[in-house]
Nanobody, 124 residues
Framework: QVQLVESGGGLVQAGGSLRLSCAASGRTFSFYAMGWFRQAPGKEREVVAAIDYSGDSTYYADSVKGRFTISRDRAEHTAHLQMNNLKPEDTAVYFC?????????????????WGQGTQVTVSS
């Protein structure tokens, strides 16, 4: 069993930065791929970024490429999402999630464990 807890959300002005963190319990977290998703009011959940178990392979949604960076620290059982040049359209609840696979996955259905989410609000 893996439990995930996100932190680092908040209110920021457009152009600002936030760093989200995901702390995992259970050492098996380090063996599996994980991802960050977001869901805005009235919209479907979408993948933002994903990373494989080793940290060597990553994926970014087109809307965040060049602005967001996903990383993980396997020894510390943590993952991060550095978000720069934030835009109002980035406003959403952000979730970290872990798969039971090793490779990068962009499909929410392939993720077995989810955090409770952290709110990110970007004002214009």
């Amino acid at each position: 069993q893996v439990q995930l807890v996100e932190s680092g959300g908040g209110l920021v002005q457009a152009g600002g930065s936030l760093r989200l963190s995901c702390a995992a319990s259970g050492r098996t977290f380090s063996f599996y791929a994980m991802g960050w998703f977001r869901q805005a009011p009235g919209k479907e959940r979408e993948v933002v970024a994903a990373i494989d178990y080793s940290g060597d392979s990553t994926y970014y949604a087109d809307s965040v490429k060049g602005r967001f960076t996903i990383s993980r620290d396997r020894a510390e059982h943590t993952a991060h999402l550095q978000m720069n040049n934030l835009k109002p359209e980035d406003t959403a609840v952000y979730f970290c999630a872990s798969t039971l696979n090793t490779g990068v996955s962009t499909m929410g259905a392939s993720y077995s464990y989810w955090g409770q989410g952290t709110q990110v609000t970007v004002s214009s």
